[in-house]
């Protein structure tokens, strides 16, 4: 279970990373406020994608274990970005300190096309061998925004990974466990860990004496919380530099939903409806500096600028209807389900159950 997440979180990571070799940092070398807004916008459909898809995959039946009864699940889950996603429009954004000449750019979740933007502010020279010392100027810089990573998605959506534990408790209750021990990944001190908890709660009964029937109706509730940090190498290229980089990623996600099952002996038809929502956060740590040019007397000169690294949230939420169908083979259960939401999405895997 524990290799099966960190290769996930590998995938993630590296993903991320390559986009770093890209340049998605540059973006920094805006204002701020700007800089927050750009990555934001690029970086939306991962982070809501992941909301929703850490949602999912919660449940393959209605019915409840007996006490102490179990079931041991492996899965994946995959939030389809929509297409209206893949890019975002920029002047919608309320750009200060930077502009393009396209009207468009590319998300996460987009096509690998790179967009050229210009930063433009007046800033006081501080530089004593410039003529424009102690005076104000207007520097200029430019800088790419990197394309997305749809080419390396599978059909453009945004994975996460299912490895949970059920338990039957007594009352027809059942308890889920999501649970990942803070873990070292790649080689630069980055790290990550996992809980999720959840409760299922059986609620046939209160419909009368359907015993004789196959149907079996739950209410359940679930929180997920995640945190990954990842660091990068120090870069000093172009007109950028950073020092002691790290990214640093929360989550907190939860979801309450009703779910029904029609249970027969080698096929389960399940389905359910609720509501799934959550938070996450993405900031930078480090040391940033930026180079911009001005002109004076007919001569080019650097101006060189600490930069303000972003922290943004993310929120995603809303109704949810999930069907799906599952087999069983002795005690080996495998199922998949499709759920529709703001980012449709796929869940699919395989369960050890006993009793």
Do not use: C
Request: proline share 5%; glycine share 10%; charged share 15%.
């Amino acid at each position: 279970m524990k290799k099966y997440i960190l290769i996930f979180i590998g995938v993630f990571a590296l993903s991320f990373n390559a986009k770093a070799q890209d340049g998605f940092e540059n973006i920094l070398l805006a204002d701020g406020a700007d800089a927050n807004k750009l990555m934001q916008a690029y970086f939306a459909p991962a982070m809501e994608g992941f909301i929703y898809g850490m949602n999912n995959g919660w449940y393959h039946t209605a019915k409840v274990h007996k006490v102490l009864g179990f079931d041991l699940t492996v899965g994946l889950s995959a939030a389809k970005v929509p297409s209206e996603k893949e890019l975002f429009n920029i002047s919608a954004l309320g750009l200060a300190s930077v502009s393009s000449t396209s009207p468009t750019a590319s998300t996460f979740a987009g096509p690998n096309a790179s967009t050229t933007f210009t930063v433009t502010k007046t800033v006081t020279i501080n530089d004593p061998n410039s003529p424009a010392n102690g005076q104000s100027r207007t520097v200029t810089a430019n800088f790419d925004t990197p394309g997305g990573v749809t080419s390396d998605l599978p059909l453009n959506a945004v994975p996460a990974p299912v490895a949970q534990l059920n338990v039957g408790l007594p009352f027809k209750m059942e308890a889920m466990v999501r649970f990942f021990p803070e873990t070292a990944i790649g080689d630069d001190g980055g790290s990550a860990k996992m809980l999720g908890l959840g409760l299922k709660k059986e609620i046939t009964s209160w419909f009368g004496p359907l015993d004789r029937l196959p149907l079996h109706v739950s209410l359940l509730a679930s929180y997920t919380s995640m945190d990954v940090n990842y660091a990068f190498a120090d870069a000093n290229s172009g007109n950028f530099q950073m020092a002691n980089a790290a990214a640093l990623f929360e989550l907190r996600s939860y979801t309450a939903q009703a779910i029904a099952s029609l249970n027969f002996p080698f096929i389960n038809i399940y389905g359910g409806i609720g509501y799934s929502s959550g938070k996450s956060n993405f900031k930078m740590t480090g040391t940033y500096k930026g180079e911009f040019t001005y002109n004076e007397g007919g001569q080019s000169y650097t101006y060189t600028e600490s930069l303000t690294p972003p922290n943004m949230d993310f929120e995603a939420g809303g109704m949810k209807t999930t069907i799906g169908a599952r087999i069983s083979l002795w005690f080996l259960k495998i199922f998949a389900d499709y759920t529709i939401q703001e980012y449709n999405t796929i869940s699919a895997g395989v369960a050890l159950s006993i009793r």
